[in-house]
């Protein structure tokens, strides 16, 4: 099958700024796919190269086969929800839904009737008179996501759609817009910086890091097997252990990550380890550890008994969950 | 799923191929939006201002009263001549006067819009500056000039207070003085400060809404007297703000020629000296060379302004 | 109690303001008094009496009318080459970074930073020195050269407020260049270049500094009140003209007003 977006050893640079270095990466159609990185990563930079924002300064990008190269934004079937939403002020709910209707062509009566129902998709029915002022910022997410539903592109960029939005409201939207993908069947590209939001949402993740992909993976992939310490670290908080700490836990002599939820606190067996702090984090409690010198967290259930500051504990952990990484990044 | 294509044929024509050339070359586009203001400001303006300039470096033919065009000082020798060089002194100190009236009678407008104005106040305080700044300026001139004249409004009033004594004294009075308000230098600068007035008071403004009231509450919490925190806190703040607008009220003052004409005594200022000089006179490199002296001025107020960050305000 | 304090102004300072706005106001409002004077040699206060007849003499002057109209002209078509410079001006500035930029914003700006009659002399000596003869077309050069900054400020100042997500989102929505200049840019920034415009007209229609040096025989409304301030002829005219020269400029600038201030509130809520 053709991938949806293929990246082909894509580069952008902006002077002796490399945003993005020698990508490469397809993107499968009807994918959910998150782009995860700290700022500057070059995740923003990779949508706004699909959009055709930005063009490479080497390499090629293919949209369904399709060479993009010279193609400017507006020849692509490609539609973004932008972070800020960027509806436009002086239009109306209905008229910045129908924009690209209107753009195309399509006469007055079809282009209402279609952006309506998108706004109902959306679920912003009744809201079409609006101006995009009147709007909470959810209202104008919604907007947004129709705004480029309605034209039904082949990709759906979104960079940062949830980033301005509050917890409670975060997490009605990751909910929404994963099941409106799943009725669409359109590609969505996702661009963010909550590994959390990216692990529940996305079918599968880039891990981006200084505009190269470190890892693209299966969400538990990622999350479980990272495969060098900048994903280990960013993605979730594992212990990333040096490489002899790794040795004297029974592992190869290598970088190594060490999952706080895998390990066991206990009286025997294990390794034995010093408590030196312990937060509470609601669902659980973080409890900090001085191995060898080196910090280890323990992530206990909430109910569970937690070591005195101070305490000598054992820890233990399934031999399986130690897992070597590739490189030292 | 759909089988549209990915890459669509853009609407073709004329303008669907001039906006991907654009597109594609966007310094292309840059390049064509900035090349007719540029060619106007640059070629009939600054073109006219390097020619003018150049010219102060050629001299007069004393005989013919034709223009020499070669390289030569004398020109800035003429200008430096006492009674020019009194133009010039006269003109600089009547613009930082005017500008210090300006900075006196600015403060309290522009301090009570910015900190206690709201709401419909502040819009009355913002096109109650505005619309003096915008009305023609000769209205202006012409008003003051019914208002100064010998049996004008302010005659009228001290005659009625019983005060045409006072007027008198400080008519008689050298320098200042003169046979009528609206024919002595106290009338010239009455109408300066009038006129340059409204671009004093919207700089500071805007230099003075950045201070966050907190912070003036704060000073008289640390105990300072109100006398203090004007002092040492609201005048420094303010500071870009009037710096901004005295670049107005200076550089409007030196060059203007019209007020002292039409409001004033005989005494010349350099706009009278500059006018007279290429016009009747027929002497364009002593006029260009005059012109030199406001320039310089504005060059060096400039350059110590932004050293003292003014164009923040502006 | 302290911030209660904070909000009330000393009474100096509201004394003193209240002063200083009707120091800028009262003399304005002196000229409608002295338009419906009956007296015609001196500018006696109090008016001797009241009359409307002067309305009535100016509006019978041919050379007034003349005035006007060329004024009018020269407004009209320097505002027209302000606008589309300064616009332009305004959009490259703001739209893109490129070397340079503050060198454009300064040359803009230098037209009225330098005094007026820097502008009209250099103007003078080198239409002189290029043998081009003094005419309409020579007013509107000057005229022209210093409107472009009052339409520069207003266009870039809403440019800066317009997020440029604005024309990516339009691009991205299928709109080429010119599709987006008329469908997003031009509303956003219509009212701002309305408001500019009317500035460059009323700034263009008061001119009396730069136009002194580029007229030649032709007279402008303030050049024929300045030849009138210089060598009085009929001073009810005068007052009558200086009255209606005041209403003219005070309605493009309420209006100019009006519209930046509704329409930064537009332009603001796309946020």
Redesign the interface.
Known sequence: MTPAVSFQNVSRHFGSVRAVDGVNLDIEEGEFFAMLGPSGSGKTTCLRLIAGFEQPTGGHIKIFGETADGVPPYRRNVNTVFQDYALFPHLNVIDNVAYGLMIKGVDRATRTRRAEETLELVRLPGYGARRPGQLSGGQRQRVALARALVNEPKVLLLDEPLGALDLKLRENMQEELKSLQQTLGITFVFVTHDQGEALSMADRVAVFNEGRIIQVGEPEDIYRRPRARFVADFVGSSNVLPPDLAQAFGGPRRWASLRPEDIRIGKTGGHAATVTGASFLGAATRVACDVNGARVNVLLPSGSAVPSLGAPIRISFDAAALHPMDDAA | ??G????????GGL??A???T???H??L??FL??T???L???I??????F??LA?SFFSIDEFSGMVRREFTLKTYGELLSPSNLDIIIRTVVMAALVTAACIV??F??A???A??ARGRWKAV????????L??????????????L?K???V??ALGKLHLTWLLDAWLALPVVGGPSLSVSTTGTFIVFV?VW??FM?LPMQAALERVP?SM??ASADLGAS?RQTFRTVLVPLALPGIVAGS?FTF??T?????IP??IGNSARYI?MA??AQ?GTAGN?PL??AF?VV??AI?GLYLWMAKRAGAFDAL | MRSDRGNRAPIGVKVAAAAALLFLHLPILLIFVYAFTTEDKSFVWPPPGFTTQWFAVAWNRPDVWEALTLSVQVASISTLIALILGTLCAAAVSQTRFFGREVVSLLVILPIALPGIITGVALRSAFNLADIPFSFWTIVLGHATFCVVVVYNNAIARFRRTSASLIEASMDLGADGFQTFRHVILPNIGTALVAGGMLAFALSFDEVIVTTFTAGQQATLPIWMLEELVRPRQRPVTNVVAMVVVIVTFLPILAAYTLTRDGDQIAGSGK
């Open positions: 799923m759909n549209a294509p990915a890459i669509l044929a853009g609407r303008f669907g001039l906006s991907d654009f597109w594609r966007p310094r586009l840059l939006m900035l007719p203001p540029l106007w400001l640059g009939i303006y600054l073109g006219s201002l020619a003018l010219q009678i600015a309290p407008v301090y009570f819009a900190r206690y305080f913002y096109l109650g500056v505005m619309l003096p915008w009305s023609s300026y000769l209205v202006k001139v012409y008003a003051w000039k019914l208002i004249a049996e004008g409004i005659g009228w009038y007035l409204p008071i009231g003036l509450e109100p670049i550089s409007l030196l060059g203007d020629y019209i004409q039409i706009g500059v006018y290429q364009i006029a260009a012109t406001p320039i504005m």
